[in-house]
């Protein structure tokens, strides 16, 4: 609806119909684009739809939708070894981050100040067949699927370390949350980071290949303020939902794998 031509007048249409999930997953999602020429389109797409939402959701008398905002781990910036929870300081580094960190506190402020169902899930990293294909887990697969290995894959920084898990799995999850009486603010991750370089050195090896002859790390793929390094605590999660992510990165890698052999 935003990229089309950013009349929100089919939203208010889809709006007259009652709905018991509402699930926001929308919006601009590259951090990188986020400063130069998608700066605006990262606000507006983020922001715009969902105080449509928030607006419906206000006018309901009964039966009141239940609505997810999907917020990300930047908005926590980077912290070190910290490992980042709820409570954690927000320090977002990129218009996306704080795009992010906008929606959550609307969110929470909503929540408490008209009694409305609805919360954010800050999202750590998380791979899917059907990302784009710039997304790492995506660009890499697809390299190996084309076995074009003349060329050399254009990657950045491959030292960060983050905690990645299945967008699948992650939304069972959330469907789960949304089905339970309390509603709340969760982070939901493994619990597990890793490097980047581990996670390309298993993609290779898995085709008998040493990732170093078929990597080239391109300056234009750097972020000035990179997040090097993150670490997730899911505690309330596991305390209060009895349902957090099972599959390791490995699992999450052979799916991959799985899927290009297909």
Same mark, same amino acid.
């Given at each position: /609806?935003?990229?089309? @031509? ?11 119909? %009652?709905?018991? #999930? ?14 130069? &020429?998608?700066?605006? &389109? ?5 922001? !715009? ?5 928030? &607006?419906?959701?206000? +006018?309901?008398?009964? @039966?009141?939708?239940? =609505?997810? !905002?999907?917020?990300?781990?930047? /908005? !926590? ?7 980042? +929870? ?20 609307? *969110? ?14 800050? =999202? =750590?990293? %998380? ?7 710039? =997304? *790492?887990?995506?660009?890499?697969? +697809? #390299?190996?699927?084309? &076995? @074009? ?23 069972? /999850? ?52 990179? *997040? ?11 305390? @209060? ?8 990165? %490995?699992?999450? /890698? +052979?799916?991959?794998?799985? #899927?290009?052999?297909?």
């Amino acid at each position: /609806i935003f990229k089309i @031509n950013k009349n929100f007048n089919n939203l208010h249409s889809i709006l007259k119909n %009652h709905y018991k #999930y509402i699930i926001h997953l929308g919006g601009q999602s590259s951090v990188i684009k986020s400063y130069s &020429e998608l700066e605006q &389109e990262t606000f507006e797409s983020q922001i !715009f739809p969902f105080q449509i939402f928030l &607006e419906k959701l206000k +006018n309901q008398k009964k @039966n009141k939708t239940k =609505f997810m !905002f999907s917020s990300s781990s930047e /908005i !926590f910036g980077y912290q070190k070894k910290v490992r980042l +929870n709820e409570k954690s300081v927000k320090i977002p580094q990129s218009p996306y981050a704080l795009s992010k960190l906008i929606g959550y506190e609307i *969110i929470k402020s909503y929540r408490e100040m008209f009694n409305l169902k609805v919360f954010s899930i800050i =999202f =750590f990293n %998380h791979e899917s067949f059907l990302r784009d294909d710039n =997304f *790492i887990f995506k660009k890499i697969s +697809n #390299y190996l699927i084309r &076995e @074009n290995y003349k060329k050399k894959i254009e990657l950045g920084n491959i030292d960060v370390i983050r905690d990645w898990g299945s967008s699948e799995e992650y939304m069972k /999850i959330v469907s789960d949350i949304m089905s339970q009486k309390k509603i709340d603010d969760y982070v939901l991750a493994t619990g597990n980071s890793i490097r980047l370089k581990d996670v390309i050195k298993y993609f290779f090896k898995n085709k008998g290949l040493d990732y170093k002859k078929f990597i080239k790390i391109n300056k234009k793929y750097l972020r000035k303020y990179e *997040i090097k390094e993150n670490y997730s605590d899911i505690s309330k999660i596991k305390k @209060n939902t009895k349902t957090y992510p099972k599959k390791g990165i %490995h699992d999450l /890698i +052979n799916q991959f794998l799985s #899927y290009e052999n297909r």
